[in-house]
């Protein structure tokens, strides 16, 4: 793959790249393109392919198969290079539990060159501020809640002015007010040029964050688009949830309106035309149902399936 130029339009553009690890193929065949600027979304059931793809996109893990360019730069031979433009947001929260916030900050910085016309720890002191931690600063890495670490990592992440911010899964296990928080940072981060990519099992996240996404499984490519245009293009635009119980029945008549799917106990009617599985409901009021426009999950299950992954 020639590499690409510094205005490229993609800052990741992947051609039929393919990972195995013995007879098991991960990644297989992926054609794959991340716009320079926004926020890209790579979702996929657990084991679909994703943190293998981000760990080749690194460059720390090399392709079986495939060409990968990354801001530019073929893939691994250039990963120590493309790795000092780059951010990363891990799964696993891993600070240094002996340091301070700030301390943190610090050493991180220490693996990156910076102007000496710059002061280092202003700039620190300002990613903590952005991520809402500059009173924390001289604190302990164990006085931090969970909300707090995981902010911590996202500034740690912005220490050497990443072109390319990377966060596997960023907000997993957080309560929605520090969610919230983070996704208001990142909006901000990409409203000023930086181009973000992120995984994550929440269909809100990604309806909300990503300019465009991916949904993977298998290691294999199944859509790709805005959410939006997902959605529109991938399941009918109506649903309405009907609570049955488990293992009874629909009503016979909602067959003949619509696409059924059971899920514990509720029937998930999807419909171009609602008005006849309503029709059918309103004469059968002993049933509760909630009818709601299609979603990005609607599009997720359909493509990947409803069984359990561990």
Request: proline residues 8%.
């Amino acid at each position: 793959m020639t590499p690409l130029s510094e205005d490229s339009p993609y800052v990741v553009e992947a051609r039929r790249l393919v990972k195995r690890f013995g007879a098991n193929t991960v990644v297989d065949g992926i054609d794959l393109r991340v716009p320079r600027g926004g926020c890209f979304g790579l979702l996929g059931p657990n084991g679909a392919g994703k943190t293998t793809t981000l760990r080749m996109i690194l460059g720390h893990s090399p392709p079986s198969g495939g060409a990968l360019t990354v801001l530019g730069e073929a893939m691994p031979a250039a990963g120590r290079t493309v790795r000092a433009r780059i951010g990363v947001v891990p799964q696993d929260d891993n600070l240094d539990p002996d340091f301070t916030v700030m301390e943190n900050l610090r050493v991180y910085a220490s693996y990156f060159p910076r102007p000496a016309r710059e002061p280092l720890e202003p700039y620190l002191m300002s990613l903590l501020d952005f991520v809402a931690l500059a009173d924390r600063a001289e604190d302990r890495i164990q006085a931090l809640s969970g909300g707090m670490r995981r902010r911590l990592v996202i500034a740690r992440a912005l220490v050497n002015d990443p072109e390319l911010l990377i966060l596997d899964e960023p907000t997993t296990g957080l309560d929605p007010q520090i969610r919230h928080l983070i996704w208001a940072r990142l909006r901000e981060l990409k409203n000023h040029g930086t181009t973000v990519l992120l995984t994550t099992h929440y269909m809100e996240e990604a309806e909300r964050l990503c300019d465009r996404l991916a949904i993977i499984d298998h290691g294999r490519l199944l859509a790709e688009d805005a959410p939006r245009r997902l959605v529109a293009g991938e399941v009918e635009p109506n649903v309405i949830e009907v609570r049955t119980g488990p293992g009874a029945p629909p009503p016979a008549e909602l067959v003949r309106h619509a696409r059924l799917e059971a899920v514990d106990g509720v029937w998930h009617c999807h419909t171009e035309d609602p008005g006849a599985v309503l029709a059918v409901l309103q004469r059968s009021p002993e049933l509760e149902y909630l009818h709601r426009p299609a979603n990005l999950e609607d599009v997720f299950l359909r493509l990947t399936g409803r069984e359990l992954r561990e």
